[in-house]
């Protein structure tokens, strides 16, 4: 394919078409904050000359910096932003400001407590624009990170009650001011799959969308998710009484919404179901080897990628792996690196992460040698999400202890014995 002069690759494009002597494309710098899902934001006259249309005449000079360092020639690629291309969150979000436009919040996503990831608001000419921005080593960079991203407001979830899931953070932030637990993921309406919903797993969820197509379709597929958690989530689904499309939960307020109103709608709502009868699918087969072994490649073919970047990024995408293939636990009385196991729903084996079994196993299905920097990176990126909020604290000897007709007990790694009535057996620790 002819490349299109200045520097714009059309192969690094999505959603590529021409006519009349025009190109047009889904633009690279609204994709990654989760925008154009039209894909024609970006256009390419005949002469290579660029643009977005969302980001027209000198204000979107920024934007097409940003455009042209995602989609220019390889070889003549701006080089990645170093780890301290901006050494505070607020120095990134100023310094990425469209021009013409005004910061207008700050989101933060902190994962086991460790800052993670953020979303900038910014208020333009056109409207709104969001950019997504990854912390690391160093600082802080214009891109989205590596894996799933946490749940806004996930580090602040209580141990009981009811969680609410709302689109957006400014409405997340607003129904908290009303006394009420809220969530919600980064991206938009069509990203709810790019966060880790498990800390919902088994509680009582009420999802609150926007009074719009894209927030029905939003809630339906929350709906999917929490329904294939390791323990379902108990889901209602509440249609709030407003009159606009695209209202949700701040405009039922501002309309004179009182809370006690809302949690009365809560209370009639039906506990969700998949519409006419369709069956739920249950939760994605655990990960094949294959499919671990196909995103490392892939992160290998990313340009200007430090050694450092590629090792921590391989890490974060076998820990999400792993999260798709099992469980992690650790001892809740201990809370070491030597008490995280991890549960291997595939194999329904239990083993502690820093045993020789489990390592050796890791090592196999990743086709990464234990010698390895590489496999270094990962080993600990592993015992460090087995003690987050991601993981559960458990008490080995008591968690699969009793039941009214049977109690069992610990036999070593992946096993324990049965008992019941007139009977012992030995069993994989997955029954």
């Known amino acids: 394919m002819k490349l299109l002069r200045p520097g714009i690759d059309p192969a690094r494009l999505e959603n590529v078409r021409t006519s009349?002597?025009?190109?047009?494309?889904?633009?690279?710098?609204?994709?990654?904050?989760?925008?154009?899902?039209?894909?024609?934001?970006?256009?390419?006259?005949?002469?290579?000359?660029?643009g977005c249309i969302k980001f027209p005449g000198t204000e979107g000079g920024v934007h097409r910096k940003r455009i042209y360092a995602l989609a220019g020639p390889l070889s003549a690629q701006e080089p990645a932003p170093s780890k301290s291309a901006?050494?505070?969150?607020?120095?990134?979000?100023?310094?990425?400001?469209?021009?013409?436009?005004?910061?207008?919040?700050?989101?933060?996503?902190?994962?086991?407590?460790?800052?993670?990831?953020?979303?900038?608001?910014?208020?333009?000419?056109?409207?709104?624009?969001?950019?997504?921005?990854?912390a690391t080593g160093g600082g802080w960079e214009p891109k989205a990170p590596a894996g799933k991203w946490p749940l806004f407001n996930a580090d602040k979830l209580p141990a009981e009650g009811t969680i609410y899931v709302v689109e957006g953070e400014k409405c997340a932030l607003a129904?908290?001011?009303?006394?009420?637990?809220?969530?919600?993921?980064?991206?938009?309406?069509s990203a709810a799959g790019k966060s880790d919903w498990t800390p919902l797993s088994g509680r009582d969820v009420v999802i609150i969308p926007d009074n719009d197509k894209a927030g029905e379709s939003y809630a339906d597929t929350v709906a999917r998710i929490l329904a294939c958690l390791p323990t379902p989530a108990r889901v209602r689904l509440v249609k709030l009484p407003v009159a606009n499309a695209g209202d949700d939960l701040i405009d039922f307020l501002a309309a004179g919404g009182t809370v006690d109103q809302l949690k009365a709608l809560v209370l009639a709502a039906p506990a969700w179901a998949s519409p006419a009868g369709e069956q739920v699918p249950s939760c994605t087969a655990p990960a094949s080897a294959k499919e671990i072994r196909a995103k490392l490649w892939e992160i290998t073919r990313i340009p200007n990628l430090s050694a450092t970047e590629h090792y921590r990024q391989s890490a974060a995408a076998v820990v999400e792996w792993l999260h798709a293939r099992g469980r992690f636990y650790y001892h809740v009385e201990r809370r070491d690196f030597a008490s995280v196991m991890f549960f291997d729903a595939t194999q329904k084996l239990l083993r502690p992460v820093q045993g020789d079994a489990f390592l050796a196993w890791l090592s196999d299905m990743l086709t990464i040698n234990r010698s390895e920097t590489a496999f270094k990176f990962v080993q600990a990126a592993i015992e460090t999400e087995g003690l987050s909020e991601r993981s559960t604290g458990i008490k080995p000897a008591t968690f699969w202890a009793a039941t009214p007709t049977v109690f069992y007990l610990s036999s070593g790694?992946?096993?324990?014995?049965?008992?019941?009535?007139?009977?012992?057996?030995?069993?994989?620790?997955g029954t």
């Open 20 to 50: 009349n002597g025009k190109t047009t494309a889904r633009c690279p710098a609204c994709a990654e904050t989760g925008n154009d899902t039209g894909g024609d934001h970006l256009f390419i006259a005949e002469d290579g000359k660029f």
């Open 86 to 134: 901006f050494e505070t969150l607020d120095a990134a979000v100023a310094g990425c400001c469209p021009q013409g436009a005004t910061l207008v919040d700050t989101y933060e996503y902190p994962r086991s407590g460790q800052p993670f990831g953020a979303v900038a608001r910014y208020k333009t000419t056109n409207g709104k624009s969001f950019r997504q921005f990854r």
């Open 175 to 189: 129904t908290a001011k009303i006394g009420l637990t809220a969530v919600t993921s980064a991206g938009g309406a």
């Open 413 to 429: 790694p992946g096993r324990m014995a049965r008992m019941s009535a007139g009977r012992v057996e030995i069993v994989d620790n």
